[in-house]
């Protein structure tokens, strides 16, 4: 294999436990550099916990397999180095900060990828400029820059917020968990389009789904089903749509006969 | 008498006869005995009491404390110089002694008067002397009365009626000589005339390594509408005991705001009063307190509502950080004829370690029946799901609790006007939050 064919993202047999429930059970997955996945499934399917084990969430106990993100061992990596490494969790329930202003909360946390990738921080100027740019693209209001995170905002401005960190923190793989969700068509095309903004031939994205609906705006490379903690099928766009007919009983009904 | 309260009291003859009887203006002199009279009936501090249920004395009583002499010293550049961004007019106090060479008071309005106690200006007319005989022997308690058996210096401000001065007045407390334990004992007396209008900065700090024993004693004179906001910023020695007893006296519509931040002393207590007598009076109390290995940091609020519509709070937040202790004991009497208060007081307290001990007891009575009073008090952990979150954003684990404890106090930090001040105390909230992982 060619250096370039290295996938960036590459998980095997992966076993997770949430709680002494084993949730994830032996997933395989490869993303390989500026590839979009999408991966659809039912409710409580383990969508965001393969998310959260990505991301290093304590509490999600790894029982087998390995995650290599640019042939590093993910596993052993602390959120923040991760974070650094360049993975980016768009959280499907973004969290609350009660007294930490949005501004202070993006500089810092900039800053603190700088710091760790040895980079210098980066200055004032630039940093407004920056954080101006992509509120205006994300459709999020100035006064929301300087509310306390997601204290008081809408489900929509939760995820908009989600993409502007994303957008001011460039990720190399970006893992956004039902982003889509409740949002109206306005504001699902918003994000869309901040998220084909950032596509470039080295930035790869999951988009974790429940509707076909984001995929006609953002297309991806490949459509992958998880359910009952394992991926049942990987296909192209098509697949999507299928999904989208059809619904996933008849892939369940597959595992079971299986 | 127990063994105790025996102790107590040989700690107390020790350190009266210690002390040289100061030279100074005759009131001075009849304070002193009057005190040591009263030091005489006072009750002995006892576990008993409820006041000092939680706040043990024992690690002071061990100590043979002694005042410092008078005379001029020195500060490092550093020590020296002023917070960063802050134009004040400043009163310096070395190891407990007024340092005139230090402090900066050019440029005062005509009619103000910030000075030492002793220095002669400030007792023109004697109005020092009756101020502080007036101001006298109200919750009185060894500690209160030590500090006026021996108190020979302190700080005198005197705004007029009608001015509004446009600089914070500071007074800076630095202990530098680690070479006896020091007991200070400043009486402080800050007067304002109608309608005047002032900030009072106090900022107590220590060499790494000092200790002593810091006994001050503050009334605080509000005339009609006049306006008073007080930022107390105790940093104490890890080494020092700290004790500040505050007293208010408020005339009709006058307004008292002040915020402490508590981060240094082994021991430390803040103890605050008001009694409103007069309409319309406001009186806003509230600190920010940080409590690491080692510490004790106590609080003991009291504020009477006697008379009708007059506003009161009472706000402070902790954040335990280390196996100490916080003590809060936060009350505000709402009498039968204080009809249309407006009273809230609250305390939350953030444990980041299991074995730290929060003692909480806020008191609201209320014995009118229109009023509008709020209360709630709370003792939790950081959320791991902020901090993961804020982890997941790249900030590392202790980066990620500092910004949340801070986020906690940010209310508080938010409601200090002046923006160098409010810098100064952030940066010194990061500093000194040393957080484990975990
Ligand atoms: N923190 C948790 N505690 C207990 N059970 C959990 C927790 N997180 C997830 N689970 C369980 O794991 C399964 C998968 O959940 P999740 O990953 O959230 O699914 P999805 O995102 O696909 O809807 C569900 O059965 C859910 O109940
Ligand atoms: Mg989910």
Redo the contacts with the bound molecule.
């Keep these: 294999m060619t250096e370039t064919k290295t996938p960036m993202l590459s998980i095997r047999n992966l076993h997770a436990t949430?709680?002494g429930?084993e949730?994830l059970r032996g997933i395989d997955l490869d993303v390989g550099r500026g590839e979009v996945h999408a991966i659809m499934?039912?409710?409580?399917?383990?969508?965001?916990?393969?998310s959260y084990v990505l991301a290093g969430r304590e509490?999600y106990e790894v029982t087998a397999g390995e995650i290599l993100f640019e042939g590093r061992n993910l596993l052993e990596m602390d959120p923040e180095e991760r974070a650094a490494a360049g993975i980016f969790l768009g959280f499907?329930y973004p969290v609350e900060l009660p007294g930490v202003n949005n501004m202070t909360f993006l500089r810092e946390a900039i800053n603190a990828v700088r710091r760790a990738r040895g980079e210098a921080e980066m200055d004032a100027v630039t940093f407004m400029k920056k954080v101006k740019a992509a509120a205006k693209q994300v459709g999020l209001k100035d006064t929301l820059l300087k509310r306390n995170v997601n204290v008081g905002f809408s489900g929509g401005e939760k995820k908009r917020n989600e993409i502007l960190q994303m957008a001011m923190l460039e990720p190399k793989l970006a893992i956004l968990?039902e982003t889509d969700s409740g949002l109206d068509i306005d504001a699902l095309r918003v994000i869309a389009e901040g998220v084909n903004a950032l596509r470039s031939p080295e930035r790869s994205f999951i988009l974790?789904t429940h509707y076909q609906r984001l995929l006609e705006y953002i297309v991806p490379d490949r459509v992958h089903v998880?359910a009952q903690g394992r991926i049942l099928r990987s296909g192209d766009k098509a697949l999507a749509l299928e999904l989208e007919e059809k619904g996933y009983g008849w892939l369940l009904g597959e595992e079971a006969v299986a | 008498m127990t063994q105790a309260h025996q102790a107590q009291r040989e700690w107390l003859q020790a350190l009266l006869q210690g002390a040289p009887a100061a030279a100074g203006p005759e009131w001075l002199a009849r304070m002193h005995a009057a005190a040591r009279e009263r030091l005489e009936q006072l009750p002995p501090i006892d576990r008993k009491q409820e006041a000092w249920r939680y706040t043990g004395i024992d690690t002071l009583l061990a100590e043979r404390f002694v005042p410092p002499p008078h005379r001029e010293a020195d500060l490092a550049p550093e020590e020296r110089a002023p917070l960063e961004g802050l134009e004040t007019w400043r009163l310096v106090f070395v190891d407990g002694r007024f340092q005139p060479h230090l402090s900066a008071l050019e440029g005062l309005p005509e009619g103000v008067i910030v000075g030492d106690l002793r220095s002669r200006e400030t007792h023109r007319d004697n109005l020092l002397a009756t101020s502080v005989a007036q101001a006298s022997g109200h919750h009185a308690h060894l500690f209160t009365a030590l500090n006026e058996a021996l108190a020979d210096e302190g700080a005198f401000i005197q705004v007029p009626a009608g001015t509004r001065l446009e600089r914070p007045i500071e007074i800076v407390h630095r202990v530098t000589d680690a070479s006896a334990p020091w007991l200070i004992t400043p009486r402080n007396l800050v007067l304002l005339g109608e309608r005047a209008e002032a900030t009072l900065i106090e900022r107590f700090s220590g060499r790494p390594g000092t200790r002593y024993f810091h006994d001050g004693l503050t009334d605080l004179v509000l005339g009609r509408a006049a306006r008073l906001v007080h930022y107390r910023i105790q940093d104490e020695s890890r080494e020092a005991w700290h004790l500040s007893s505050l007293r208010l006296d408020q005339a009709a519509e006058s307004r008292y705001e002040g915020c402490t931040f508590a981060f240094g002393a082994r021991w430390s207590r803040t103890e605050q009063n008001t009694v409103f007598e007069a309409r319309g009076a406001e009186c806003h109390l509230a600190g920010v307190y940080l409590v690491g290995e080692g510490q004790l940091c106590d609080f003991h609020l009291d504020v009477r509502h006697e008379v009708p519509e007059c506003r009161s709070s009472e706000r402070y937040k902790g954040v335990l950080f280390g196996k100490g202790r916080a003590v809060f004991d936060g009350r505000i009497l709402v009498a039968k004829d204080a009809q249309r208060t407006d009273a809230h007081l609250s305390n939350n307290n953030l444990m980041l370690v299991r074995d730290a001990e929060v003692d909480t007891k806020p008191q609201l009575e209320i014995y009118a029946d229109d009023v509008q009073c709020s209360h709630g008090t709370s003792v939790g952990q950081l959320d791991p799901q902020q901090v993961f979150y804020l982890r997941s954003r790249g900030l590392p684990e202790v980066e990620a609790r500092r910004l949340l404890c801070l986020g906690f106090a940010s209310d508080l930090l938010e409601a200090v006007h002046d923006e160098a001040l409010r810098h100064h105390v952030e940066s010194r909230i990061r500093q000194t939050l040393v957080l484990e992982g975990g």
């Design positions: 949430v709680d429930k949730v499934g039912p409710n409580g399917s383990g969508k965001s916990t393969l509490g499907q968990d974790i998880l």
